[in-house]
């Protein structure tokens, strides 16, 4: 209880606790993590299942029955008379699942590399900074949709539908991955000339020890706050490429796909299919960027 005590009092909680964007952030992210994770305890329906699909539902307003069944939905129905509030809580299954994966991804190559550019430096930084320099040239949904479209054309025909959310993982990953290698090569450049990393290679430390086991842990606060900003923009890459029509199948839709359906349908007067998953995207990589930004400002320890 004391150590939960001194917990709830360090100046990290303070600083969540005397910041309202935070909580307000935390608490939409709480939420819709939330919906997401247990969509098949919370959804009325099963918006994947073909068998419980009925076309006479298809149009359904809002909150009014359905004109041939009397069924009623509380976000209404799609074309396909798949109830909205259900696919959005499966779609965001996907579109979180696909954020985190890819993130991590980005965060494992770009620490792996930063700390090899930044610990042996030489022809190694120079190889490694010269490919992240080159690809920041370009914007990285188009470094993405390169990727997924190469990797596609490697993936067996038969294997593509099954394959397409990890080659979409690979994709976003491989494009994100600079600016976690270029802050922990910073980090890495300042860490390695302090006294313990001397005195690690005094008793005989191998290199690797040294970077996993000394300088990893030091470098740890800013790549934190990189993956938590990292995660809303991959989410939002990822509703970008299905919007575009080269993320997940159509069978396994997530926010962006769910977008794509209703901007279709928009200026006929459905307009629900296209409003409510465009809602809960921009809540869901909002609150994600609003806490990256609280979290950047309460590790750093210049503002303290």
């Known amino acids: 209880m004391n150590t939960l005590s001194k917990a709830w009092q360090s100046d990290f909680m303070w600083s969540f606790r005397h910041s309202p964007v935070a909580i307000v952030s935390l608490i939409v992210v709480v939420i819709l993590v939330s919906g997401a994770v247990f969509a098949p305890l919370i959804a009325p329906y099963n918006p994947f299942d073909p068998a419980s699909l009925n076309l006479m539902n298809g149009f359904s307003r809002p909150m009014e029955p359905n004109a041939f069944t009397g069924t009623v939905f509380w976000l209404g129905a799609d074309d396909q008379g798949r109830d ?3 696919t959005i809580l499966y779609g965001m299954r996907i579109s979180l699942f696909v954020g ?6 980005a965060m494992v190559l770009g620490v792996l590399l930063g700390l090899l550019a930044g610990y042996l430096g030489g022809w190694v930084d120079t190889i490694i900074m010269r490919i992240a320099d080159i690809q920041l040239t370009f914007p990285a949904i188009l470094v993405a949709m390169l990727i997924f479209g190469i990797a596609k054309v490697f993936t067996p025909v038969h294997l593509r539908d099954q ?3 990890w080659v979409l993982i690979l994709a976003i990953g491989l494009s994100d991955w600079v600016q976690f290698a270029r802050v922990v090569r910073g980090a890495t450049l300042v860490e390695k000339g302090k006294e313990y990393v001397q005195a690690a290679l005094l008793i005989g430390r191998n290199p690797g ?11 740890v606060s800013p790549v934190l706050v990189i993956a938590t900003i990292s995660l809303a923009l991959a989410i939002i890459a990822e509703a970008t490429l299905s919007f575009l029509g080269v993320g997940v199948p159509p069978t396994r839709p997530s926010l962006g796909t769910l977008i794509r359906i209703g901007q279709g349908f928009l200026f006929s007067g459905e307009w629900w299919i296209l409003l ?3 809602i809960t995207l921009l809540a869901l990589a909002l ?5 990256g930004d609280w979290l950047r400002d309460a590790l750093n320890p210049r503002l303290r």
């Not at 985190?100 to 991804?105: D, G, I, P, T």
């Not at 020890?209 to 470098?219: F, G």
């Not at 609150?287 to 806490?291: A, E, M, W, Y």
Request: cysteine-free.
């Open 287 to 291: 609150s994600v960027n609003l806490l």
């Open 209 to 219: 020890a040294i970077m996993l086991r000394h300088i990893l842990p030091n470098v």
């Open 276 to 278: 409510f998953p465009a």
């Open 84 to 86: 909205v509030f259900s």
């Open 100 to 105: 985190f994966s890819a993130v991590l991804f």
């Open 163 to 165: 394959m397409a959310i």
